[in-house]
Every structure is written in C-alpha cells, then in structure tokens.
C-alpha cells in the first residue's frame, strides 16, 4: 500500500489510486506516479522522457 493510499484511508477517502513504477534510463531513478501512459513518462529527478514502466502497484 502507497502512502498516497494510507493518507487517504487516514482520510476516511475510500478511493483507491493505482501506482505505476517507472525506471528512467537516463540517470537510473526509480520511481512512482499515478500516471500512465504509453509515451514514455517524464522523470521527477533529470526530466528525461526516457523512462520504462516496471510495473503496476
């Protein structure tokens, strides 16, 4: 369980997000977001659109 669901349960908000984990080829950050998509997504450290989705939480 992310800490996103925890503060929402914490909350009383009973939705759920899905996180997806991504790794950027660039620098080697790994990371979560709420976003998905097929293009590739843009990393929180460099910016780089160089990222692989690693799997759904």
Do not use: Q
Request: overall charge negative; glycine content about 8%; charged content about 30%.
């Amino acid at each position: 369980m992310s800490l996103m669901d925890r503060l929402k349960g914490a909350m009383g908000s009973d939705e759920v997000e899905r996180e997806f984990n991504y790794h950027c080829r660039e620098c080697g950050t790994e990371f979560e977001t709420a976003e998905h998509s097929r293009s590739n997504v843009e990393c929180p450290e460099c910016g780089a659109s160089g990222t692989r989705s690693l799997s759904k939480l």
